[in-house]
């Protein structure tokens, strides 16, 4: 069946201009992650939703950082007035439910702030 | 607070050569112990895992060591293949304290033909 899908695959923005990245989970994963892959921090922990509610968004690094999740599915990662700094590759995961051990990563969003 | 430390940084091993990656933590909650995997332009995908009531887990040319007195854990490849070049990461995970995976800095594993 189809993985996890996320789009766009690159997107090069200005600084200071806001953008939108969409994941499409696994159909019926009800758990939903987002992580961010930068050279010198690796993989870090943004946000998780079980459903369309966000018990954990600790590792959201600013309040220039939201995301959203609608209908237990589709879910979208904004970043306003985007730095230098949130150059990074964005990747999403799904897993079945909050307990379930593996989660399944999409390609990721390569994020170039100029 | 760095929760997860992974040695080394990098690794090159020759065609049929043992690679060893090692994973030691502090989260003492830490009840899941996956290796993923990850090639250029992909997601890590979970390539073997571990629970802590057992000390070792083979799957094919992957085995996973557990020292659970230790909070460390490893990752064995024997065999290796050009194929296993990529890039390794422990992501332990607890499922009462959260269900985020806590990845290590990554591990760059070259495997020269």
């Known amino acids: 069946g189809a993985g996890v899908s996320q789009s766009p695959s690159n997107k090069v923005t200005e600084k200071g201009k806001d953008v939108e990245l969409r994941c499409d989970p696994i159909?019926?994963?009800?758990?939903l992650y987002w992580y961010r892959q930068s050279l010198g921090q690796g993989l870090e922990f943004l946000i998780y939703?079980?459903?369309?509610?966000?018990?954990?968004k600790s590792g959201l690094p600013s309040d220039r950082f939201s995301a959203e999740r609608t209908g237990g599915s589709v879910s979208t990662l904004t970043i306003q007035r985007t730095q230098q700094e949130d150059s990074a590759v964005y990747l999403c995961?799904?897993?079945?439910?909050?307990?379930?051990?593996?989660?399944?990563f999409g390609p990721g969003t390569r994020l170039t702030v100029l | 607070q760095q929760q997860v430390k992974q040695s080394p940084q990098s690794l090159i091993v020759q065609k049929g050569g043992i690679s060893i990656i090692n994973c030691a933590y502090e989260?003492?909650?830490?009840?899941?112990f996956p290796w993923y995997q990850q090639f250029p332009g992909k997601g890590p995908a979970l390539l073997i895992a571990?629970?802590?009531?057992?000390s070792e887990k083979k799957e094919g040319r992957f085995t996973i060591s557990f020292n659970k007195s230790a909070k460390q854990f490893s990752l064995h490849i024997m065999d290796s293949q050009p194929g296993d070049s990529a890039t390794y990461f422990c992501?332990?995970?607890?499922?009462?304290?959260?269900?985020?995976?806590?990845f290590g800095e990554g591990t760059q594993l070259t495997v020269n033909p």
């Open positions: 995961a799904s897993s079945s439910n909050r307990l379930a051990t593996e989660q399944f």
């Open positions: 989260n003492t909650a830490f009840d899941y």
């Open positions: 939703f079980q459903g369309n509610s966000a018990p954990d």
């Open positions: 992501a332990p995970w607890s499922g009462t304290s959260g269900s985020r995976l806590t």
């Open positions: 159909s019926g994963h009800t758990a």
């Open positions: 571990i629970r802590p009531d057992v």
